[in-house]
């Protein structure tokens, strides 16, 4: 593999002048550049990415922790920080928490030392049943900032990335309520995590505001057989409506009460957080709100690139919130 030397010597020009040149310095002029890019195309010249992280103290890696890479929602965020790191000359290291604390801190301790030089995270379930924070305090005290998406932790002073869960929520509740639905139920498999209890604060707030009908919730345990406690909540409860806080649930609301041979939209609404290949799970088409995950992870990426190349420790952290779609599809009149 030929060197930085190899090309200074066979250039007659010195290795400080071949490295300036390669990143495009205002020092060289631009018939030199030109003789040094060339050069290096020739000879297939990649920079040793291990002596630049040495000499620069930087890894350019980023470490991403996800809660479920089955997910299709993380998954996609996953794609979007992908994307823009490599936009930005970085790689990244996925690790998968698969809920549990104990993995959490196992990976931060393992890619903290040394192999990154930040993360980007969604927090375990387990961590926010437990409101455990000091592993993330411990990590941004070694001097590795952290971008939190989607699921946060609200006491750790850290950039962020959210959707308007509350609000589109809230919006959501609003547009069932314009189509004169007297019983809107809230359906949600993820009672114990943030986002899921913004959620039902956002369909509580709009019941209440028109005060025709109470809060109707449905919440679901992991350990449940969704499809039976969707089910049994049928046909228990006469409901008009659905707000799905989960994809699944809304997937699974609209396909139950086909088959229980309500007319939907006629007989029932049915609006879900999900994305538009969710939608092609139901007949009809789900309503949904979408919360554009490749946006978010390209959010997430960009401010902690930006975090560990320019941004002082001392500035104050920045939440960016990327506000949902509703989708009008043939759940909804």
Known sequence: MVTLKQLAKELNVSISTVSKALNNSDEIGEETIR????LADLYNYRPNKMALSLKQNKTKTIGVIIPNILNRFLAKVLFGIERE???????IITCISNESLEKEKESLQLLGSGSVDGFIL????ESQVNNEIEHFKRTINQGLPIVMFDRVAHDV???????DDFDATYNATKNLLRENRKNIAFFSNINDISVGKLRERGYNK????DGKQDPIVLKIKKKDDHQKKIKAFFKKNKIDAVVA?????????????ANLGMKIPKDISVIGFASKSDSNHTFPKLTTIRQHAKIIGANAADL?????????SDQDMKTKIVKTSLIKNKSTL
Do not use: F, H, P, W
Not at 245 to 257: E, H, P
């Open 85 to 91: 790191a490599t936009k930005r000359g970085y790689n």
């Open 245 to 257: 806080a989960d994809s699944s649930s809304g997937i699974i609301a609209i396909n139950m009460a």
């Open 35 to 38: 003789r040094v890019k060339e």
């Open 304 to 312: 902690l690139i930006n975090r560990i190349e320019n941004i002082s």
């Open 122 to 125: 969604s927090v375990a379930q």
């Open 206 to 209: 709009a019941i209440l505001e």
């Open 157 to 163: 002073m850290c950039d962020k990335v959210i959707v």
